[in-house]
Nanobody, 117 residues
Framework: QMQLVESGGGSVQPGGSLKLSCAAS???????MSWYRQAPEKQREFVAR???????DYADSAKGRFTISRDNAKNTIYLQMNSLKPEDTAVYYC????????????WGQGTQVTVSS
């Protein structure tokens, strides 16, 4: 089992920045790690993904504003969010899946991000 714990959420004004963290309870070097988000009354959606070797990709809504990174030594991934918009308001979830371990997957509990003036 692996627990994922997100932190760093909060309230910010439009145009502001936040940095989310997701700490794994054990080594996640075998996992592709991602951030998803879910706004009220909407489906959970993909935000960003980072592979074991650091290759990343983003949803169109995140490109140019968000940056995902990982520190395998600390078993932590990050999501730097800049130029935040009200439509970025959501609960942000950390997700890990390992194609090397029969697609074993884990979700964090989520952290709330609110962008409002």
């Amino acid at each position: 089992q692996m627990q994922l714990v997100e932190s760093g959420g909060g309230s910010v004004q439009p145009g502001g920045s936040l940095k989310l963290s997701c700490a794994a309870s054990r080594s996640f070097s075998m996992y592709i790690m991602s951030w998803y988000r879910q706004a009220p009354e909407k489906q959970r959606e993909f935000v960003a993904r980072i592979t074991r070797d650091g290759t990343s990709d983003y949803a169109d809504s995140a490109k140019g504003r968000f940056t995902i990174s990982r520190d395998n030594a600390k078993n932590t991934i990050y999501l730097q969010m800049n130029s935040l918009k009200p439509e970025d308001t959501a609960v942000y979830y950390c997700y890990g899946i390992s194609p090397f371990l029969n697609n074993r997957e884990y979700w964090g509990q989520g952290t709330q991000v609110t962008v409002s003036s």
